[in-house]
């Protein structure tokens, strides 16, 4: 994932718009790659996943996309709400079972939505 | 999803004491849970792993005298931390994924807000 930085980038959007928001990792063997969803004050909230061996997830309002060749993960979601505020990270995993389920987290996004 | 939870949800407390924080998965087991620190305006930060009935295992880094990790049943992990000081101001967080589940999702609880004064 990306190193830790002291500037959360941010994306301003109008309600109903449809935003993206970009997420590079580092590490070429990631192998699951998640993304998350984290208000004020809260603890992150799962968004979707995806494994390294699809390019394209989709789900409700939301589809992931994954480049491997240039190690670029996206998500996107249609038709942004008001309740979509919030800040977005991305996360990536090597493997999988018992300490594999380690995840290193992207430096995230604040995603704003103007209604 | 799965439900975490943890406790306190925020604490203040003096220069030179101890807090205990607690995580719970309320409806999943789970063998292994994580802890992480998150500042202002920053990511999470992974600070270690809790291995239920063995040892913690902690990120490069962390002070794992400082930071003690008990994991004592599969639905219960709990983070204390020891003499804190006004820079271990931060909230904490908790994960967890389901032991039997079989696959890679991590549940987050709601965190826990530490200001030391």
């Known amino acids: 994932g990306e190193s830790v930085g002291l500037h959360l980038p941010t994306l301003s959007v109008q309600e109903g718009d449809n935003s993206i928001i970009n997420c590079a990792y580092s590490?070429?063997?990631?192998?699951?790659f998640i993304w998350y969803k984290q208000e004020s004050g809260k603890g992150p909230q799962f968004i979707i996943d995806i494994r390294s061996n699809m390019d394209k997830r989709q789900g409700q309002r939301v589809t992931v996309l994954l480049n491997k060749t240039v190690k670029h993960l996206s998500l996107q979601i249609a038709a942004t709400q008001p309740g979509d505020s919030a800040v977005y990270f991305c996360a990536e995993n090597i493997g999988s079972g018992g300490s594999n389920y380690k995840l290193t987290f992207g430096k995230g996004t604040l995603l704003t939505v103007n209604p | 999803g799965a439900v975490v939870s943890q406790h306190p949800s925020r604490v203040i407390c003096k220069s030179g004491t101890s807090v205990k924080i607690e995580c719970r998965s309320l409806d999943f087991q789970a063998t292994t849970m994580f802890w992480y620190r998150q500042f202002p305006k920053q990511s999470l930060m992974l600070m270690a792993t809790?291995?239920?009935?063995?040892?913690?295992?902690?990120e490069q880094g962390v002070e794992k005298d400082k930071f003690l990790i008990n994991h004592a049943s599969l639905t219960l992990s709990t983070l204390t931390v020891t003499s804190a000081h006004p820079e271990d101001s931060s909230f904490y967080i908790c994960?967890?994924?389901?032991?039997?589940?079989?696959?890679?999702?991590?549940?987050f609880g709601p965190g826990t807000r530490l200001t030391v004064l």
């Open positions: 994960s967890g994924p389901p032991a039997v589940q079989g696959g890679d999702t991590q549940y």
């Open positions: 809790s291995n239920e009935g063995s040892k913690a295992t902690y």
């Open positions: 590490n070429s063997a990631s192998d699951y």
